[in-house]
């Protein structure tokens, strides 16, 4: 599974941008797809996730401004990142991830986007 992530940039607190990730490879479902961030010595922490069944789900942090959706047809996988914070600068990692159990299951990065919010 290979994963291709867009859309970083920068902007200004307040501002608003979209993450757009395609899948590619032996892609199965059930899945989620998802959007994971890390900032310089921070741990890797979950942003938002979507099931291919529809299920989300959000960190505390990104509630009421982050939404993901996702285009199964397309393996596409999106985030449109409203009310940007300085404290979302970070980079932005897709990730697919298959339960253990399916054939074809696993847990895979794409190669992370930046994003930086500014005052």
């Known amino acids: 599974v290979q994963l291709q992530a867009s859309g970083g940039g920068l902007v200004q607190a307040g501002g608003s941008l979209t993450l757009t990730c395609v899948a590619s490879?032996?892609?199965?479902?059930?899945?989620?797809l998802g959007w994971y961030r890390q900032a310089p010595g921070m741990e890797r922490d979950m942003v938002a996730t979507?099931?291919?069944?529809?299920?989300?789900n959000y960190g505390d942090s990104v509630k009421g401004r982050f939404t993901i959706s996702r285009d199964n047809a397309r393996n596409m996988v999106y985030l449109q990142m409203n009310d940007l914070k300085i404290e979302d600068t970070a980079v932005y990692y897709c990730?697919?991830?298959?339960?253990?159990?399916?054939?074809?299951?696993?847990?895979?990065w794409g190669q992370g986007t930046l994003v930086t919010v500014s005052s």
């Open positions: 490879g032996n892609i199965w479902k059930p899945n989620k």
């Open positions: 979507m099931r291919s069944d529809g299920n989300r």
């Open positions: 990730n697919y991830w298959r339960a253990p159990g399916y054939s074809n299951s696993g847990n895979y």
